[in-house]
């Protein structure tokens, strides 16, 4: 592949017609999927060649060259090129503007006025790997332009199947009083102003396919960038291609909101962190650091990303039994997604609460790092951010909080005074002399009694029955 420097890259072909095919009777009529099959001995002035399935040398004729003399594929057919890998091979150039360029600047705004949050995306134009890229921010505070980040990173070959390469380049710029820029640039030094002042740096590039992957494209030092040259309105760099190398911001002036008193999250590049850590009562929403076994406590921990890209974490809580020397983890793990440099605090207690009985206790916190075993100070494993970015150190992904849990202290109970309406049903004995009233009782048993013969005479009946 080139940058039309002449570089030629040897890369499978597919046939598109079978060994039978005679080729396209108008050789400027010819396309890709209709291709003119010549001799080697007669070959128009542009074309590309291989052998047949059978040894036989031709030539695949894709379309006429400009004045760089190159076969001038499309996109899309130089992408279904790379895929192929079940037949000949030819030599071939594709054209492709050797650049890097910068999508818009978009902001999240912080709410405290402390640090709002910018993001751009790069797009790498090359098929090549852009290596020792700088990434640098500026603010422009009244005339004046201050440095607020700079990285150096890599992105990535276009690719064959979504197209450009691309990388996130992610940083926080500090709120200004008054009215200011916020400025992103690649591989542009911009401290001497934007534009004429500008130090356009060369783009270093790599192979990224083949036997030559690694190595340098145009040396370790580099090239300039051989852009589209498109004119941009407003915009003259020293290098016309280097116009599409920058996007900037407008922004308003704010008055940043105190933070409340706490711990601040650590510094560094390409680290997790769990930087505050608090245990509190469910039904009242405050800290403990004693508790009673019938309270039901929830955990809240801060954490801090430094990384410039965007992925997955995993938060866990254990709890330490410091009288069974026993480590435990509380609930599952938490599959939690952190924007680049995202400060975030995650309330545990919302989908997992817990109690404990008497005994001494510590609460751990942790991000990407997990522990099998029952010591609290060793034997923790890390794992990778977003399963595959290592960070600078592994010192502070986690967080301990000491807790006591009590039984309830005896209380003497004191004699209290109660009034309360109470209602019965009333019940009255009626005794009249000299009447004489029949009771039934019943009789459990046998008892004895008189025996009175009824002395009535009965009267008899007579009835005749056949």
Not at 3 to 32: E, L, M, Q
Not at 196 to 224: D, F, K, N, R, W
Not at 264 to 275: F, I, M, Q, R, T
């Amino acid at each position: 592949m080139s940058d039309k420097s002449g570089c030629r890259y040897d890369v499978p072909i597919t046939k598109t017609k079978g060994d039978s095919y005679t080729g396209h009777p108008d050789v400027g009529k010819a396309t890709i999927n209709n291709p003119a099959c010549l001799r080697i001995n007669n070959p128009p002035a542009d074309v590309a060649g291989g052998y047949d399935a059978n040894g036989r040398k031709w030539y695949w004729y894709a379309k006429k060259g400009d004045q760089y003399g190159e076969i001038n594929l499309t996109k899309g057919a130089a992408k279904s090129l790379y895929s192929e890998r079940n037949s000949t091979s030819a030599d071939i150039i594709v054209s492709f503007p050797y650049g890097l360029h910068m999508n818009d600047l978009d902001v999240t705004l912080d709410p405290n006025h402390v640090e709002d949050t910018f993001k751009a995306w790069v797009v790498n134009t090359t098929p090549y790997k852009a290596v020792n890229v700088k990434f640098r921010a500026y603010e422009l505070v009244n005339g004046k332009m201050i440095l607020i980040d700079e990285k150096t990173g890599k992105i990535p070959a276009m690719n064959k199947v979504s197209g450009w390469g691309t990388t996130l380049y992610a940083f926080k710029a500090p709120v200004q009083q008054s009215d200011y820029t916020v400025i992103a640039t690649v591989n542009i030094n911009a401290a001497g102003g934007l534009g004429s002042g500008s130090v356009c740096e060369p783009l270093i590039t790599q192979y990224a396919y083949g036997s030559l992957a690694g190595s340098y494209v145009h040396g370790a030092g580099g090239v300039t960038e051989k852009a589209l040259g498109i004119d941009w309105p407003n915009r003259a760099m020293p290098n016309v291609n280097y116009n599409d190398n920058y996007q900037k911001v407008d922004m308003a002036g704010g008055v940043p909101v105190p933070r409340p008193p706490g711990p601040e999250p650590p510094a560094g590049e390409k680290n997790l962190s769990v930087y505050d850590l608090h245990v509190y009562d469910t039904a009242t929403g405050k800290d403990v650091t004693s508790s009673i076994p019938s309270q039901t406590l929830g955990i809240k921990a801060s954490y801090k990303s430094t990384f410039s890209v965007g992925g997955w974490a995993k938060l866990r809580f254990y709890r330490y039994e410091v009288n069974y020397t026993k480590l435990t983890q509380i609930g599952d793990n938490v599959n939690y997604y952190f924007e680049p440099g995202a400060d975030v605090t995650y309330d545990y207690g919302k989908d997992y609460a817990f109690s404990l009985v008497a005994g001494q206790y510590k609460i751990i916190a942790s991000i990407d790092y997990y522990n099998n075993g029952n010591d609290p100070e060793n034997n923790w494993q890390s794992e990778k951010f977003d399963g595959t970015h290592d960070e600078s150190t592994y010192d502070d992904n986690k967080k301990s909080y000491d807790l006591t849990c009590s039984d309830a202290p005896y209380v003497e109970p004191e004699p209290v005074e109660e009034a309360q309406s109470v209602w019965y049903p009333p019940v009255a004995i009626s005794e009249t002399p000299g009447e004489v009233k029949e009771v039934l009782k019943p009789v459990y048993g046998y008892r004895r009694v008189p025996l009175i013969k009824d002395e009535r005479e009965v009267k008899k009946r007579v009835r005749l029955v056949q």
